[in-house]
């Protein structure tokens, strides 16, 4: 038997004018156009978004989780790109 | 300690990339989608309604109300395929009997009346076994809990709200009202499973996070909170053993049949038949619409 599963999508949603579309779950569907609308069906019903994107599943390139470690790792040691690493005398105001 | 026995003795969540048990795997995947059949079968027994509804008002609330479960139950399907599950195959499992849903669902809608008291009591169940998921340890599972329980209050409120309309009416109005607790009652009480001495599962569900409260905690938690409702609304429930118990601070309340649960849950309710049938109609009947979807869409964009 033929497989006729349509692809999977993820999508995701800007809630509102000035915030970053977020990720909220997927679906399938035969093509872009009706993942646009699956999407707004399964996950605007009440006003949730007022843009959305989808993109196929496979398309996604991901960060694997075995070597987290080894990826995010270098970050770690480098305290002094925080602001909390350099002392300032309290009395500079402003700062 | 491994990141994973980390990961849940932290509180944290485990996300779907993560090492994990292929046991945690698998119930995860099991509960998930038992849970997504059960949104999906669940649009039956009020679906029947939606064309017999008494208002206009009352269809559209109906429909709103069917289609969200339509999206609970794909919210879940896409919780499970974080885990490697295929959607299709789960609702071949479900078609084919080899994976359930809550037995709830297969028990009829005889009136109108059914449509309130589902609301109100079943997915009042529901938000009591739902509310405490929305901190399982199984990332997806508990966002797709969140948006679930956000919409079911809706549920809860406007099958209370269309109660409250018929014991306003008629005394044949009311006599339906109560006919229909009288039949939901006890199959929703049945809905948080059999009790804590008798679900083996339970235990290793808590240990890892994926359950928070025991079958037994959440049907009291049900009980107590439908006692002063069903006062509200001016219904008896069908227990003679209710009663406030102040020691306990606690309602006490009869057993339920655990022989129906269990008869209902191997496929021997009232409709369990007809729901499968229903269900394995609607994937018969929608097949050649994802195949012409598909071949359409493979016509306009050339497979790269
Ligand atoms: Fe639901
Ligand atoms: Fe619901």
């Known amino acids: 038997m033929i497989n006729h599963e349509w692809p999977l999508f993820e999508v995701f949603v800007r809630a509102k004018r000035g915030l970053n579309h977020v990720h909220v779950g997927s679906l399938r569907a035969a093509d872009h156009e009706m993942a646009l609308h699956h999407a707004r069906d399964l996950y605007t019903r009440r006003n949730e978004g007022v843009s959305i994107w989808v993109v196929r599943s496979d398309q996604v390139a991901s960060s694997s989780a075995e070597d987290k470690q080894a990826f995010f790792e270098p970050s770690g040691d480098k305290v002094y790109r925080h602001p909390t690493y350099y002392t300032i005398p309290g009395s500079v105001p402003h700062i | ?304």
């Open chain 2, 1 to 304: 300690m491994s990141t994973f026995e980390e990961t849940i003795a932290r509180d944290q969540r485990v996300e779907p990339g993560d090492e994990m048990p292929e046991a945690y795997r698998k119930t995860m995947i099991r509960q998930i989608a038992q849970h997504a059949h059960s949104e999906i079968i669940g649009m039956q027994p009020e679906g029947e309604w939606i064309t017999r509804a008494p208002s206009l008002r009352r269809k559209a609330i109906l429909l709103a109300k069917v289609q969200d479960e339509a999206g609970h139950g794909l919210y879940l399907y896409s919780a499970a395929e974080t885990l490697g599950a295929d959607r299709g195959d789960l609702t071949r499992r479900l078609i084919e009997g080899r994976q359930k849903y809550s037995s709830i669902f297969n028990y009829p809608t005889l009136s109108f009346a059914d449509v309130g008291v589902i609301g109100w009591l079943v997915d009042g169940a529901a938000i009591c076994n739902q509310v405490p998921l929305c901190r399982s340890s199984f990332g997806p599972y508990a966002r797709a809990m969140i948006r679930i329980c956000k919409e079911e209050s809706f549920h809860q409120r406007q099958g209370y709200e269309l109660l409250m309309t018929m014991m306003g009416g008629t005394p044949a109005q009311r006599d339906m009202v109560q006919d229909a607790v009288n039949r939901w009652w006890w199959p929703s009480l049945m809905m948080f499973g059999p009790p804590d001495d008798a679900s083996p599962n339970s235990a290793q569900s808590m240990a890892w996070k994926i359950k928070r409260h025991s079958n037994d905690e959440l049907r009291q938690r049900f009980v107590d909170m439908s006692v002063p409702q069903a006062e509200a609304l001016g219904v008896t429930l069908p227990d003679p053993e209710l009663a406030w118990n102040a020691g306990r601070e606690h309602y006490d309340f009869g057993t339920p049949d655990w022989d129906e649960l269990k008869r209902v849950i191997s496929g021997d309710g009232p409709c369990n038949a007809e729901r499968i049938a229903r269900r394995r109609q609607a994937d018969d009947d929608g097949a050649w619409v994802r195949e012409a979807a598909q071949a359409f869409a493979a016509k306009r964009v050339p497979a790269p």
